[in-house]
């Protein structure tokens, strides 16, 4: 089995809700509820769901950018959950994050040696020429060739694709065993997603990475993730190779996103399942099964069970929460 890199177990995070003035006001919001997930080194697990869903509140509290009020969350087998400031220090080369908008991502005031730079500057002694090396490897890692031609521009002087590149180089210039990728290609244009994701793809593959990857795309899930979470209001819902759970999904939120996947056969017709409403506030989760407001398949039971994930009869780790699971097999 490979290396285990990342691991988060029933992890929690609740926001208190304050008014103006700071007191508190109103129930807790509850974004992250029970989230269990590994990661091993050189896989690429996805994690899928709607907007709002808790998925970047999930990566901002592995990342420790946001208290976690649950649960524990171990980076190369140290439990960082509750690490201080000084003890996070040495780690946080371990673990770096490329975010989804690269027009806000990069600091316009920096050129691009300056942006790639800077991690060597904060965790490494390193001289000028030593710092320059890297950073030449990290742009031509990412595909910006000749580097020389790119050292010296600002955020502005680069296109989109070629800006998400210099902010995947910045992280990959301490070599982190985790990368966490934050719709790292919804903000760009089509022509330029699939260049992005292949190079995800290869880093993994050639230096062992482990890659998290947020995303409300099953279809980009499919295609480059050897793993699937789908998360629902705060939890996984399912989970499992990827070509499992997108052949053979068996939870109702699963089977909803899949069918509005446009397929490649423009002559193969598939009637979507629209789900009515929005997904509940998570200050105030429903009784049981906190899909079934929204659930095409719901039954009395689903107001009353709050299922937890099962493993499936496939045998290929793929595991669903559904009380309604052996009609839907």
Known sequence: MSEIVLKVDALETTFAPRSSLGRSKGAPVRAVDGVSLTLAR?????????????????????????????????????????????????????????????????????????????????????????????????????????????LDRFPHELSGGQRQRVAIAAALVLDPDVLVADEPVSMLDVSVRAGILDLLATLRRERGMAVLMITHDLSTAARFADRIAVMYLGRIVEE???????????????????????????????VPVLLTGEPPNAANIPPGCRFHPRCPVAIAQCREVDPVLTDLADGEGHRAACVRLPWLT
Do not use: W
């Not at 994050?97 to 800077?118: G, M, N, S, T």
């Not at 090396?133 to 580097?147: C, D, I, K």
């Open 42 to 150: 050189g896989e690429m697990l996805a994690l899928v769901g709607e907007s709002g869903c808790g998925k970047t509140t999930t990566a901002q509290t592995i990342l420790r950018m946001v208290a976690a009020t649950g649960g524990s969350v171990e980076l190369a087998g140290h439990d960082i959950t509750h690490a201080s400031h000084k003890q996070m220090q040495p780690l946080r080369r371990n673990i770096q994050i490329v975010y989804q908008d690269p027009y806000e991502a990069l600091d316009p005031r920096f050129r691009v040696r300056q942006a790639v730079e800077e991690p060597l500057l904060i965790h490494e002694r390193l001289s000028k020429a030593e710092r320059l090396a890297r950073v030449t490897t990290a742009l031509e890692t990412v595909g910006l060739t000749p580097p020389e031609s790119f």
């Open 240 to 270: 499992g190779p990827a070509r499992t759970v997108v052949d053979d999904p068996q939870h109702p939120y699963t089977r909803a996103l899949l069918s509005v996947v446009p397929e490649r056969d423009p002559l193969l017709r598939v």
